[in-house]
Structures are given as C-alpha cells and as structure tokens.
C-alpha cells in the first residue's frame, strides 16, 4: 500500500509563493507519474501539473508559466513550487501517484490566496 503526504499550503497573497510537498511512502513500485491536482468549492478537481517517468512534463494552461513540478526520485517526493499566485488559485491541492499497482490520493492541503 502506498501513503502520500502533502505539506506545504497555507495562506498566502495575491502575487506570493508557496511551495508544496508530497511524499510517498509504502509499496512504491514502478511509478509512471506524480502530480497534482486541485478542487475548488463547487467545481471539479483539476489537473494541475503531472511529472512522468521519463521526467516530461504537462500543465494546466492556468498555471503555465507560473508553476513548476519537481521531484527527487531518492526521496519518492514530488514538489510544486507556486510564484504569482492569484485568487483563483485558491483550491484544495491534491498529490496523485500512479503506479502499476493503481492510483493513490494525498489527502489534500489547503491553498487560499487572499489579500
């Protein structure tokens, strides 16, 4: 079984940074990717930047630009560092592995960006 935890979020104004963590732990293997994804009130969780195997990587088009996924393979940890964040940025972020074995979710860190 595979335990994803997240770390990282907070509040933060229109503009700032944040940067935030996931760590994965328990039966890892072959992992294909590590991302992220978020959930606003009332909307849809989202894609919001996923790193592959190979290292490729994709993001949303709202956060091109803006945002950069990371990850240190001896630490099975993925990170997102946040710059420019706006108001409509405020969600819940999610970190998702997928692996052979199936997909795993964090349990979710809050990220509001307010003045």
């Known amino acids: 079984q595979v335990q994803l935890v997240e770390s990282g979020g907070g509040l933060v104004q229109p503009g700032g940074s944040l940067r935030l963590s996931c760590a994965a732990s328990?039966?890892?293997?072959?992992?294909?990717?590590m991302g992220w994804y978020r959930q606003a009130p009332g909307k849809q969780r989202e894609l919001v930047a996923v790193i592959f195997s190979g290292g490729s990587t994709n993001y949303a088009d709202s956060v091109k630009g803006r945002f950069t996924i990371s990850r240190d393979n001896g630490k099975n940890t993925v990170y997102l560092q946040m710059n420019s964040l706006k108001p409509e940025d405020t969600a819940v972020y999610f970190c998702n592995l997928r692996s052979v074995v199936g997909t795993t979710w964090g349990q979710g860190t809050q990220v509001t960006v307010s003045s």
């Open positions: 328990g039966s890892i293997f072959s992992i294909s990717a």
